[in-house]
């Protein structure tokens, strides 16, 4: 069984690629830092973090939000052309992860958006980069173990009366 949240980052990925964004087919899941300029302009995917609610004293089931990491990096010849190509950038990933229906299909909401940018320019390259956090919400429940009910049979005593009533009810799923 797949984890959800490894199917969220991949579905993601998949908005991401399709949205033909600065990053083209740089796209990359659970890579870490750093990536080389020759490398950039490329996003990177990660899910570092995912919380559960119990829904209630019932079989395991939970409200879940796990926490979609986006890190897009870009470089510049100029610190002016990072700065509009960053605000660009965003922008498209942004769209191509809020207005893709097979990801907002897979979740509830949308609990959170949170984006930082910077901009380096402390060396000979002008970097940029863009920082979002995004909180997907959805309902997961775990499957019941054993052996599944297919009837109820009982008999209901009343009074001392051993036979009051008897049922036999065959449930269907």
């Known amino acids: 069984m797949t984890l959800y949240r490894v199917l969220l980052k991949q579905a993601a990925q998949k908005a991401l690629l399709s949205a033909n964004t600065l990053a083209g087919k740089s796209v990359i899941v659970d890579r870490s830092l750093p990536a080389t300029s020759d490398k950039l302009p490329a996003i990177i995917l990660t899910t570092p973090r995912d919380s559960a609610s119990s829904s209630g004293r019932n079989p395991a089931g939970f409200t879940r939000v796990t926490t979609l990491a986006v890190r897009g990096l870009l470089t510049g010849n100029t610190p002016e052309e990072v700065g509009q190509k960053i605000d660009i950038f965003a922008e498209q990933i942004e769209l191509a992860l809020m207005l893709d229906p097979a990801l907002q299909g897979m979740i509830t909401q949308v609990t959170s958006l949170d984006t930082d940018t910077m901009l380096n320019s402390q060396t000979a390259e002008h ?4 920082r979002m956090l995004l909180g997907l919400e959805y309902i997961e429940y775990y499957p019941a173990i ?26 269907t799923s």
């Open 127 to 130: 970097t940029g980069e863009v």
């Open 146 to 171: 054993g052996t599944p009910i297919t009837e109820l049979v009982g008999d209901v005593q009343a009074n001392g009366n051993a036979d009051f009533a008897h049922f036999n009810v065959p449930l």
